[in-house]
DNA sequence: GCCAATGCGTCAACATTACTGCCATAATCG
DNA sequence: CGATTATGGCAGTAATGTTGACGCATTGGC
């Protein structure tokens, strides 16, 4: 009368597969950042720093809110690591052309380089996981990845440098 | 002789897909702990605690040592985290039976309630970008992000609890 | 039984990254 | 002119991480 069998039991494996994307994103993450923390540590900058340089090198003439809204971060804590980036000669300011308030931002020759050393990694990393995993993966890794994302951030997030 | 057209750049676009796989790591990420991060913070707690106590869930009578391994931090970091839990009654040690000195770790009853409002959310955000993205979509995301986790630690993310 | 190594905890000191709240300046807009 | 916006600065606090040193109980090899 019974399967002498655990038959699957579809509500555990459910949860059994929604924990491991959650222990993978995890892992994944803290593996991805390990390599530029220590970079950054040997100059006395942490990981908010490298956040600050990528987004800028990416867009390059953003302003201050602009950064601010993908940070999710307040101004005050933005300012100090930005602050400390200007000072260091990373990043340089320029007044807004419309809006003279603005301070747009940009990378110095030496915050390019810092960028691409610190990036440089990162991006092997991910070309690694792209060339194994093949095409079809990787499109199903940005179309999980996008769903993770809040609703109304995620036309943002695709926006990228200066492509939306 | 020459093609008119600005030909795709395989170099171009190779650089701008790694750059958007970055970009979409962080934006999930960030938003993926925002959740977490709100009820711990009424509580009076953080990230790391959630981290401990997803673990320990995941893995009841788990030594110190095999969390350190995991979450990759100091042990004074841990212990820090580790008493305020076990204080605040949401974890507890019991001896280890093979070897005396080890302190095996599982969640009391509070523990797990906490542990599963915390995950609550996060389960839900990937089961819905899971169902949004479909099942071979669902396993590219593990390709490519069991590719980005250091190759050393692949085995250990993938045992998850008691599975491996 | 001695003794080194292991597992764990703790104290001290420090850095980074975040937070809230408040105030100031300057420019834009209505 | 007055309200709002964009930014900067200061003060205080907290969470999370670090290194270094030490203690204590237990284990395991000789």
Redesign the interface.
Request: no cysteine; glycine share 12%; hydrophobic share 40%.
């Given at each position: 009368m019974n399967d002498p069998r655990p038959v699957a039991n579809p509500l555990f494996l459910?949860?059994?597969?929604?924990?491991?994307?959650?222990?993978?994103?995890?892992?994944?993450?803290?593996?991805?950042t390990?390599e530029p923390d220590k970079i950054l540590a040997e100059l006395g900058l942490g990981r908010a720093h490298h956040?600050v340089i990528?987004f800028v090198g990416?867009n390059p003439g953003m302003p201050v809110s602009a950064l601010l809204d993908i940070l999710?971060i307040t101004k005050q804590s933005l300012s100090r690591v930005l602050g400390t980036l200007i000072r260091a000669g990373f990043i340089q300011q320029k007044a807004g052309t419309r809006d003279a308030r603005q301070r747009l931002l940009e990378l110095t020759p030496k915050g390019a380089a810092l960028e691409r050393r610190l990036?440089e990694g990162?991006?092997r990393?991910?070309?690694?996981?792209?060339r194994?995993?093949?095409a079809?993966?990787?499109?199903?890794?940005?179309?999980?990845?996008?769903?993770?994302?809040?609703e109304s951030?995620r036309l943002k997030?695709?926006a990228?440098?200066s492509r939306g």
């Open positions: 459910r949860e059994e597969e929604l924990r491991q994307g959650i222990e993978l994103l995890f892992f994944a993450y803290r593996d991805f390990a956040r990528y990416r999710k990036t990162q991006r990393r991910v070309a690694a996981a792209y194994g995993a093949g079809d993966a990787v499109d199903g890794f940005r179309k999980v990845l996008t769903g993770l994302i809040d951030e997030a695709l990228g440098g």
